[in-house]
C-alpha cells in the first residue's frame, strides 16, 4: 500500500517564526518521488521541490529547506522565518517510479497561518 | 507558456444537468490527470491519460463521469447527470513522462457547485 501522511491538520505561526512541516510516506517501492505542493488562497497549486528516492541531501532553496530521512520515511519541510505570504496549504506528493504508472498519492495537506 | 488552462473557472449548474469541464494541457507534455478536491477526501486522482490513451481510471466515481482526450492539446471531463455531490475543485493537470520527476504543472482548477 502506497501511503502519505501529514498529521498536522493546521499549524499557526507568528511572522519570522520557523515552522516545521512534517510528512510520513509508506511505499514498498524502492525507487520513487517525493514532492512539495503549495495552495495558496488563490486555489492554484504550486510546485515546490522533488526529490527521488536515492537522493537523501537535504536541499535549501532561500528560505525553504526539505530534510529527507529514509530511514523514517519521512520528507519534512521547514520555512524559516515565516511571512504572512507564506500562508498556504501544504501538500506533500508521493509518485512511484513506474514505467507507464506516474500517480501521484498526496497527503491531507497542512493549512499554515502565519499571523503578522 | 502558458500553463495548464481549464475552463471554466467556475460552474455552477443544477442537479441533473450535464457539466463539462475541459483541460488544455501545456505542450510538449504527454501525460494528463484529472484531479478533485474536496475538504472531506482531498485531492484525489480520477483518470489519467499517457498519449492520450487513458492509462488509469479506477479513480473515476461512477459510470456519471467520464474523461477524454481526442489529441494531445485537448481534454475534457464530463458528468451527467451532475449531483450535489459532485461539488468540488476539479484540477487537471500535466506532465512529460520523460520528464516524470519535474513534477505535475496544475491548472488553476474548476469549481464546480451542483445546486
Known amino acids: 500500500a502506497q501511503k502519505v501522511t501529514q498529521a498536522q491538520t493546521e499549524i499557526s505561526v507568528v511572522e519570522k517564526e520557523d515552522v516545521t512541516l512534517d510528512c510520513v510516506y509508506e511505499t514498498r517501492d524502492t525507487t520513487y518521488y517525493l514532492f512539495w505542493y503549495k495552495q495558496p488562497p488563490s486555489g492554484e497549486l504550486v510546485f515546490l521541490i522533488r526529490?527521488?528516492?536515492?537522493?537523501?541531501q537535504n536541499e535549501i532553496s532561500g528560505r525553504y529547506s526539505w530534510n529527507f530521512q529514509k530511514s523514517t520515511s519521512s520528507f519534512n519541510f521547514t520555512i524559516t522565518a515565516s511571512q504572512v505570504v507564506d500562508s498556504a496549504v501544504y501538500f506533500c506528493a508521493l509518485s512511484p517510479f513506474r514505467s507507464g504508472t506516474y500517480k501521484y498519492i498526496f497527503g491531507t495537506g497542512t493549512r499554515l497561518k502565519v499571523l503578522a | 507558456d502558458a500553463g495548464v488552462i481549464q475552463s471554466p473557472r467556475h460552474e455552477v449548474t443544477e442537479m441533473g444537468q450535464e457539466v463539462t469541464l475541459r483541460c488544455k494541457p501545456i505542450?510538449?507534455?504527454?501525460?494528463l490527470f484529472w484531479y478533485r478536491q474536496t475538504m472531506m477526501r482531498g485531492l484525489e486522482l480520477l483518470i489519467y491519460f499517457n498519449n492520450n490513451v487513458p492509462i488509469d481510471d479506477s479513480g473515476m466515481p461512477e459510470d456519471r463521469f467520464s474523461a477524454k482526450m481526442p489529441n494531445a492539446s485537448f481534454s475534457t471531463l464530463k458528468i451527467q447527470p451532475s449531483e450535489p455531490r459532485d461539488s468540488a475543485v476539479y484540477f487537471c493537470?500535466?506532465?512529460?513522462?520523460?520528464?516524470?520527476?519535474?513534477?505535475?504543472?496544475f491548472g488553476s482548477g474548476t469549481r464546480l457547485t451542483v445546486v
Open positions: 526529490r527521488n528516492s536515492f537522493d537523501e
Open positions: 505542450s510538449g507534455h504527454n501525460s
Open positions: 493537470a500535466s506532465s512529460s513522462t520523460t520528464e516524470q520527476g519535474r513534477g505535475y504543472t
